[in-house]
């Protein structure tokens, strides 16, 4: 059932607006987003639909078809449900000349929660962009994205950087995104032609504001003030030896070689070697799991079978502390390493493919 459907056996009318979002997958690039680093995620075909339409108390009453149906006063405090992310964009929508006090809404996903794959963005981009087409407000993708990034610092509790929303409300299927975090400018670059990306969810979960999310972050902002710099955007690694705490040091080390890792595959993708952009992805986890510590057991196993079976490279994706693995295989290889790895990996389960200029399911 689509979120229109969704809606209209809820509320016995039609929605006024709707709109939809994707999830995206980050092919490299892990926690380098809100030390204003460098990203390159692309989208996949997972997507969250939202319908809406005005009340005329001041009343918000959602129903989505994966947390249920949910009713609050708009002006009721954040009580940890996804109603917040209602809460958040009518009041940033507020802030934009449009107030609104009561909502009816209907949302349907069918990303993964706690996947990695940036289920929570998809909502806020989808909510923003469903209450701007009822007002009739028209706002540039990165002030929509920027929103989105809003609602979940002030609204869900979890201070990410910018990534997710800006991949949710700008990527391009089949095209990977290049992203400066700092300064917000990008790059559509085209995803290999003759090798795939596979998504293989690890079968453990996790929930970003229960706490190590933001701990990496303080750590990382730590790191910076130490080095008297902005952020860890603007270190080289011969900075590492001024820091002297050595769990500060490791976090610093996985950012700042991070974002050397992203400008090189940016390359690597540019002229189509493969093999060299696997060998980063491959590079890229060893560091979260070793220097940033948010991979997980789960993760571990699926990487270290998809690289047995003959992948080019595999490392966690999103996050991390559970969700999603990303995998690079040649088009030709594709099923029969997947096949693999979800044999070996019981609990695992294939998310999408990506290649270039489709998404093939």
């Keep these: ?25 980050n092919l490299i690039g892990e926690h380098t987003d809100y030390n204003y680093g460098f990203v390159l995620p692309t989208l996949i075909d997972q997507k969250i ?40 964009a009518l009041f940033y929508l507020g802030k934009e000349g449009h107030h609104m006090s009561g909502l009816n809404l209907s949302v349907t996903s069918d990303i993964p929660a706690g996947s990695g794959l940036s289920s929570s963005a998809a909502l806020e981009i989808a909510l923003i962009k469903a209450l701007c087409k009822m007002v009739n407000l028209e706002l540039p993708l990165t002030k929509i994205a920027q929103i989105g990034q809003l609602i979940e610092h002030n609204f869900i509790g979890t201070y990410c950087g910018i990534m997710d929303q800006m991949s949710s409300a700008i990527a391009k299927f089949g095209q990977a995104l290049f992203l400066d975090c700092e300064n917000l400018s990008t790059e559509i670059i085209p995803i290999f032609s003759e090798y795939t990306f596979v998504v293989i969810h ?20 730590a790191a910076a003030k130490f080095l008297n710099i902005p952020s860890l955007r603007h270190a080289e ?8 705490d050595p769990k500060i040091l490791k976090r610093a080390r996985h950012v700042i ?4 890792r992203v400008k090189k595959a940016v390359q690597f993708l540019k002229n189509n070697n493969a093999q060299a952009f696997g060998e980063l992805m491959n590079e890229s986890h060893s560091s979260m799991d070793n220097d940033y510590e948010i991979s997980s057991p789960e993760l571990n196993y699926v990487v270290k079978k998809a690289r047995s079976h003959g992948a080019l490279g595999a490392r966690l994706t999103g ?28 609990k695992s389960y294939l998310i999408t493919n990506i290649s270039q200029n489709n998404i093939i399911n």
Excluded at 56 to 67: A, M, P, R, T
Excluded at 237 to 244: D, F, P, R
Excluded at 322 to 328: D, K, N, P, Q, W
């Design 202 to 221: 690890s079968g453990s979960t996790r929930k970003l504001s229960e706490g190590l999310y933001n701990e990496r972050k303080r750590e990382t902002e």
């Design 49 to 88: 639909e939202v319908s809406i339409g005005p009340r005329s108390d001041s009343q918000i009453v959602g129903i989505s078809d994966e947390f249920g149906k949910k009713s609050s006063l708009f002006d009721s405090k954040t009580d940890g449900s996804w109603i917040d992310f209602v809460r958040g």
């Design 319 to 346: 996050a991390g502390f559970g969700g999603c693995t990303v995998i690079l295989t040649s088009n030709i290889q594709r099923e029969d390493i997947t096949e693999k790895i979800l044999n070996d990996c019981p």
């Design 257 to 260: 070689s991070e974002n050397f």
């Design 1 to 25: 059932m689509n979120s229109v459907k969704l809606f209209q056996t809820n509320f016995q009318c039609s929605p006024v607006s709707s709109a939809q979002a994707h999830g995206r997958v």
């Design 237 to 244: 690694i011969t900075n590492l030896s001024l820091i002297k």
